[in-house]
Structures are given as C-alpha cells and as structure tokens.
C-alpha cells in the first residue's frame, strides 16, 4: 500500500541535542511538508518541498533544517537552536502543491 | 485502523445553496476534532477545532458523540468556498486525517 511513514512515533530528546525525524513516501508524490502542532492550536508548516534538492521555510523555519536528496524522504532536523522543540510533527506530501494531501501519522518528540 | 473517514471525495453545490461535509470517525475516548481547509495553491489553514466552537466564515460543526460525526456546514455556500476540507482528529499523541473532501461552489 503506498503511504506515509513517519518514525519514530516518540521520541524523546536531551536538551542542547540534535534530533532527526523521519519522513518516507512511496506515493510518487513532488511535494512534501513538515507541520507541527501544539496543544490547542492548529498545524503550523516549518519547511516544505516542492522537488528534490529544493526547499523552502514554512512559517515558523528557526531552529530547524530539511534535506531532500530523495524524493521519497524528506527529514527534519530538530536543532539544539529551536528554543521550544516539544510538540507534535506531522509530515504530508502532495502530488504538486496545493493539491490534496497525504498525511503521515506524526511524531511526537518531547524534550527531557 | 481507519479513524476517520470522509466518504465524499467530490461534492459540488449551487451557490446558496446549504452545503454538509461528512466527517465520522472511530475513537473510543475523547478525541479533539479539527476541520482544515486548503484553497487552491494555497497552505493548508486551520478551519475550525471543536473545542472553540467557533464559527469561521460561516462555517460550523458539531460534535455528534452518539453518531461519532464531526460534520461541517454552512447555510449558504460561496463560491470562494470551493476547496479541499480535510476532517482530522487528534487522541493527544497522533494525527489522524481524513483523505479530504473537495468541494466545488458551483456560481
């Protein structure tokens, strides 16, 4: 089945440490996203890309970094520099942008 | 385990015409439901969430927790609402989403 795959699904962090989260697609999709969600709010994009080895900063891009070597991967880097790194991420990707999305089921990272 | 489903893929109205978007879902506690909304070219945008049971441009939806539904509506529909509306639930630790709705207002 083509799908999303993010992992892992926890994730569980050192202050001052980098972080990698995962994020596969087999859907043949050009586009892909990372969101992330605090409690009571709603998504907020951090990076996206459109094809590969190009990427672009979402809304809130500090303190994280992407690569897209790949067109099926697309992970995120979680700095030591993102002041406020605990949330849910959520990866999507699309078969061009703005045109229907896929979701990933998301990870959560919590820093200890 | 499918947690939520949207059963239309493509729904079209007349303009003014009231317009219903199905969400069910499948979750045995209290999930938070969300309503996002993507026009055409654009990010995807937080609609509604049921917990503020705010009305966003005309927008509603109720939680039905006897019908496990979370269907969103609007009296009289407009053409800027044609777009892609995707019903997502969260149980705290994970996202689920819906594969979306496109609705077309037809003028």
């Known amino acids: 089945d083509g799908g999303i795959t993010q992992s892992p699904k926890y994730l569980f962090r050192k202050e001052g440490q980098n972080v990698t989260l995962s994020c596969e697609q087999n859907?043949?999709?050009?586009?892909m996203y990372w969101y992330r969600q605090d409690p009571g709010q709603g998504l907020r994009l951090i990076y996206y890309?459109?094809?590969?080895?190009?990427?672009q900063k979402g809304d809130i891009a500090e303190g994280y970094s992407v690569s897209r070597e790949k067109k099926e991967s697309f992970p995120l880097t979680v700095t030591s520099a993102q002041k406020n790194p605990t949330a849910f991420y959520l990866c999507?990707?699309?078969?061009?942008?703005?045109?229907?999305?896929?979701f990933g089921s998301g990870t959560r990272l919590t820093v200890v | 385990a499918q947690r939520v489903t949207q059963p239309e893929k493509l729904l079209s109205v007349f303009k003014g015409a009231p317009v219903e978007l199905k969400c069910n879902y499948s979750?045995?506690?209290?999930?938070?439901l969300f309503w996002y909304v993507q026009y055409s070219r654009q990010r995807l945008q937080l609609l509604l969430r049921?917990?503020s049971r705010e009305s966003i441009k005309g927008f509603t939806a109720d939680l039905n927790k006897g019908e496990t539904s979370f269907h969103l509506k609007k009296p009289f529909a407009q053409e800027e609402d044609s777009a892609m509306y995707y019903c997502?639930?969260?149980?705290?630790?994970?996202?689920?989403f819906g594969t979306g709705t496109s609705l077309t207002v037809i003028p």
């Open positions: 999507a990707s699309s078969i061009w942008q703005g045109e229907g999305y896929t």
């Open positions: 859907l043949n999709h050009d586009a």
């Open positions: 890309s459109q094809i590969v080895n190009d990427f």
């Open positions: 979750y045995s506690g209290s999930p938070e």
């Open positions: 049921h917990i």
């Open positions: 997502a639930l969260s149980d705290g630790n994970q996202f689920y």
